[in-house]
Nanobody
Framework: QVQLVESGGGLVQAGGSLRLSCAAS????????MGWFRQAPGRGREFVAA???????YYADSVKGRFSISRDNAKNTVYLQMNSLKPEDTTVYYC?????????????????WGQGTQVTVSS
């Protein structure tokens, strides 16, 4: 069982930055694909970014060039650096883990999910 705990959400003005962190339990963190999804009220989860065990990265078109995902295997932590934030980025962000290195953009590839952290971007 893997536990994921997100932090770093909050309120920021448009154009500002936030860095989300996700701390994972487990001794095999370095082998997981780690992802970030977001979900607005009344909508399904939307892929944001993912990073593989070899640190290959994937991004949604809507965040490419503004967001950056990274991982620190020594700390069992994955980060999402969010720059040039827009009001439409406002929603809950979820950290997720896939121990089996499947398809990083697909929600159903992931086995474990954090509780979510709210990001609010004011205009």
């Amino acid at each position: 069982q893997v536990q994921l705990v997100e932090s770093g959400g909050g309120l920021v003005q448009a154009g500002g930055s936030l860095r989300l962190s996700c701390a994972a339990s487990g001794r095999t963190f370095s082998s997981y694909v780690m992802g970030w999804f977001r979900q607005a009220p009344g909508r399904g989860r939307e892929f944001v970014a993912a990073i593989t065990r070899t640190s290959s990265t994937y991004y949604a078109d809507s965040v490419k060039g503004r967001f950056s995902i990274s991982r620190d295997n020594a700390k069992n932590t994955v980060y999402l650096q969010m720059n040039s934030l827009k009001p439409e980025d406002t929603t809950v962000y979820y950290c997720t883990a896939d121990p089996f290195d499947r398809r990083p953009r697909l929600e159903n590839a992931y086995n474990y999910w954090g509780q979510g952290t709210q990001v609010t971007v004011s205009s």
